[in-house]
């Protein structure tokens, strides 16, 4: 900085230099900020998609085992029909769209 002579004060360059890294240091701090909230944001929404993974991976497993019930029962059904059938015997409709599927 300059005084009223013209002549450099000293310490003017490292009062610049403070400055500086001033501003430099509230640049960063505010956007440090920024990517704070950024990662929480994130971290909120891979939390909700775990969850909802976590759900589908549940309704698959039992989905599976509803198809592994079906095809037993299927296959149950194909031998008993293998099989003479006493007489009058019917199998019901429900039986009937399983074996269907």
Do not use: Y
């Not at 085992?65 to 429900?94: D, F, I, N, Y």
């Amino acid at each position: 900085m300059n005084d009223l002579s013209g002549a450099e004060k000293p310490g003017g360059d490292l009062e610049r230099d403070c400055d500086g890294l001033r501003i430099e240091n509230d640049r960063l701090r505010d956007e440090n900020e920024q990517l704070r909230v950024e990662n929480e944001r994130l971290r909120t929404e891979t939390e909700k998609m775990q969850l909802e993974n976590e759900r589908h991976a549940e309704r698959q497993a039992e989905l599976q085992a509803e198809v592994a019930r079906l095809r037993a029962e299927a296959s149950r059904l194909r031998l008993r029909q293998s099989k003479p059938a006493a007489s009058g015997e019917r199998m019901s409709t429900k039986l009937k769209d399983a074996l269907r599927e």
